[in-house]
């Protein structure tokens, strides 16, 4: 009986470390890594403004006894800490490191705090806020192409949310 294996090409010992750290990105990923690591940072950076935007304006708006706006807010805030969540573990699959740090969080962000002093104020602010993100996530979204297909799905699957927050938030602004 023959023992005889066909055997790979060896490749040397650093380059197998490289490959092994930098686990999902291989050969045939056509995206500018740094450049997908620097759109999801921003990305995540606007998440967590939005979130932090909407926990403000559920408690405010509990505080107005505007049951149907306050739920809405918390709703969303929950979906973009999802995001956040998510955007986070794709920076990390690509051998990037997420950026939480509070400093010069809001310089990050696309979209803006914006604490708002009326239920009004607050449902515009964070209208305007979603249309943004919305036209971030599209730009990002044709900067990647074919580039990094799972990046783009993920990015896709966002803007889907994101849009329905707008068209959310145009409903309340009718009802206000
Ligand atoms: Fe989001
Ligand atoms: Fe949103």
Same mark, same amino acid.
């Given at each position: 009986?023959?023992?005889?294996?066909?055997?790979?090409?060896?490749?040397?010992?650093?380059?197998?470390?490289?490959?092994?750290?930098?686990?999902?990105?291989?050969?045939?990923?056509?995206?500018?890594? @740094?450049?997908?690591?620097?759109?999801?940072?921003?990305?995540?950076?606007?998440?967590?403004?939005?979130?932090?935007?909407?926990?403000?304006?559920?408690?405010?708006?509990?505080?107005?006894? +505007?049951?149907?706006?306050?739920?809405?807010?918390?709703?969303?805030?929950?979906?973009?800490?999802?995001?956040?969540?998510?955007?986070?573990?794709?920076?990390?699959?690509?051998?990037?490191?997420?950026?939480?740090?509070?400093?010069?969080?809001?310089?990050?962000?696309?979209?803006?705090?914006?604490?708002?002093? +009326?239920?009004?104020?607050?449902?515009?602010?964070?209208?305007?806020?979603?249309?943004?993100?919305?036209?971030?996530?599209?730009?990002?979204?044709? @900067?990647?192409?074919?580039?990094?297909?799972?990046?783009?799905?993920?990015?896709?699957?966002?803007?889907?949310?994101? @849009? @329905?927050?707008?068209?959310?938030?145009?409903?309340?602004?009718?009802?206000?």
């Amino acid at each position: 009986m023959s023992t005889t294996t066909t055997r790979t090409p060896k490749t040397s010992r650093t380059e197998r470390t490289a490959e092994r750290e930098r686990g999902a990105v291989t050969s045939s990923y056509e995206a500018d890594r @740094e450049k997908v690591l620097e759109m999801l940072n921003g990305a995540l950076a606007t998440e967590l403004v939005c979130t932090l935007r909407y926990r403000r304006h559920h408690a405010m708006a509990e505080g107005l006894r +505007s049951r149907p706006a306050a739920a809405e807010f918390l709703t969303h805030a929950q979906q973009e800490l999802d995001h956040a969540q998510t955007l986070a573990h794709r920076i990390v699959q690509l051998g990037g490191e997420p950026d939480y740090s509070p400093a010069g969080l809001a310089e990050r962000s696309h979209a803006d705090y914006v604490a708002g002093d +009326s239920l009004e104020e607050m449902i515009r602010s964070n209208l305007e806020a979603e249309r943004l993100a919305v036209d971030s996530y599209r730009a990002m979204i044709r @900067e990647i192409g074919d580039g990094d297909p799972t990046t783009r799905r993920l990015l896709e699957d966002i803007l889907a949310v994101e @849009e @329905e927050h707008a068209d959310d938030m145009a409903g309340l602004l009718d009802d206000a």
